[in-house]
């Protein structure tokens, strides 16, 4: 399969303050990727989604950016809340098939 | 509620008894998936199906089966677990494959 990872494997930030998830991936063909947000006992719930056509996507609170040219990929949480304490990871991508990163532990400090 | 649901959350069996994991949803999807997730591995695909009677190994199909033959249901059949087959389950259903999933809230399988 294709490697797809992330920068760091935790993440702490204040409440209120912006997080940044970073995200690389390593097939220059795939042009379609998704965040996911999976919660402690719950399965991977999709927060926002990107194609290869465009450079950025807006959600809400949420932010996703698409650099093709060195095949990394971010996620931005605006007014980080403590309902935001998760772990994330983003998906590839190719074909039929998703091929997904670790993830990123993020905790959000009160 | 459009969900996919998956049963049993948790199992504890024993090395060679064959198990069955259900995974069914009501979205109409035509794509399923099941994935394991494991400490630094990630989810990894074990097999997928794009419609009724058309399935597909993924990238870690050893040692599973899959069926689909209703468009609602993919059960992922494990013939003679093993233990490194412990791992935690899900399933996942789209429209179509090159889309977002909904994935089930997970099966906590444990071989001893």
């Known amino acids: 399969g294709e490697s797809v990872g992330l920068h760091l494997p935790t993440l702490s930030v204040q409440e209120g303050d912006n997080s940044i998830i970073n995200c690389a991936y390593s097939n220059s063909a795939s042009d379609y990727f998704i965040w996911y947000k999976q919660e402690s006992g719950k399965g991977p719930q999709f927060i926002i989604d990107i194609r290869s056509n465009m450079d950025k996507r807006q959600g809400q609170r949420v932010t996703v950016l698409l650099n093709k040219t060195v095949k990394h990929l971010s996620l931005q949480i605006a007014a980080t809340q403590p309902g935001d304490s998760a772990v994330y990871f983003c998906a590839e991508n190719q074909g039929n098939q998703f091929y997904f990163g670790t993830g990123t532990s993020l905790t959000v400090i009160p | 509620e459009a969900q996919v649901t998956q049963n049993p959350r948790y199992l504890i069996t024993v090395t060679g008894k064959k198990l069955t994991v259900t995974c069914s949803q009501n979205m109409n999807h035509e794509y399923m998936s099941w994935y394991r997730q494991d400490p630094g591995l990630g989810l990894r695909q074990i097999y997928y199906s794009m419609n009724v009677e058309v399935t597909d190994k993924g990238d870690v199909p050893e040692g599973y089966k899959v069926s689909r033959k209703e468009k609602r249901n993919f059960p992922l059949i494990l013939e003679s677990p093993s233990p490194n087959q412990t791992s935690l389950y899900f399933c996942?259903?789209?429209?179509?494959?090159?889309?977002?999933?909904?994935f089930g809230s997970g099966t906590r399988l444990t071989v001893v």
């Open positions: 996942a259903s789209s429209h179509t494959g090159d889309y977002g999933y909904t």
